[in-house]
C-alpha cells in the first residue's frame, strides 16, 4: 500500500492550494482517505474524510467552508482544496487510509504547505 503526495507548495495569504495524495497497493473505493495537517510546533488536526467510492465528504466544522476534497478513480487520486489559506494554515498535510474500527493504518509521506507574503 502507498500513498504518494504532491510536492511542497509555497503560497500568498489569500490564494488557494491543492494538495494530491495518488494510492496504489489496494482497491481505491474500498476506503475512506482522511486529511489530516500538523502545524510547526503542534499536534495532529483532522480536517475531514472522503469516500472514494461515491465522493461523499465530511468535513471538520472549523475547515468546512474553505476545503474541499475530491476523489478520481480514473487515476487513485484524491486531493484536497484549500482556499483564502492564512499564515496558520502552514503545516504538513497528510492523507491517510481509514481502516472501520481501526482508525489511520497507512499515510502519505506528507506536503508542507507554507503561507507567507
Known amino acids: 500500500v502507498q500513498l504518494v503526495q504532491s510536492g511542497a507548495e509555497l503560497r500568498n495569504p489569500g490564494t488557494s492550494v491543492k494538495v494530491s495524495c495518488k494510492i496504489s497497493?489496494?482497491?481505491?473505493?474500498?476506503?475512506?482517505i482522511d486529511w489530516v495537517r500538523q502545524a510547526p510546533g503542534q499536534g495532529l488536526e483532522w480536517m475531514g474524510r472522503?469516500?472514494?467510492?461515491?465522493?461523499?465528504?465530511h468535513y471538520a466544522q472549523k475547515f468546512q467552508d474553505r476545503v474541499t476534497f475530491k476523489a478520481d478513480a480514473s487515476t487513485s487520486t484524491v486531493s484536497a482544496d484549500l482556499i483564502s489559506v492564512r499564515s496558520e494554515d502552514t503545516a504538513v498535510y497528510y492523507c491517510?487510509?481509514?481502516?472501520?474500527?481501526?482508525?489511520?493504518?497507512?499515510w502519505g509521506q506528507g506536503t508542507l504547505v507554507t503561507v507567507s507574503s
Open positions: 491517510a487510509r481509514r481502516v472501520p474500527a481501526f482508525g489511520l493504518d497507512f
Open positions: 497497493g489496494y482497491t481505491f473505493i474500498n476506503y475512506y
Open positions: 472522503i469516500d472514494p467510492e461515491n465522493g461523499g465528504t
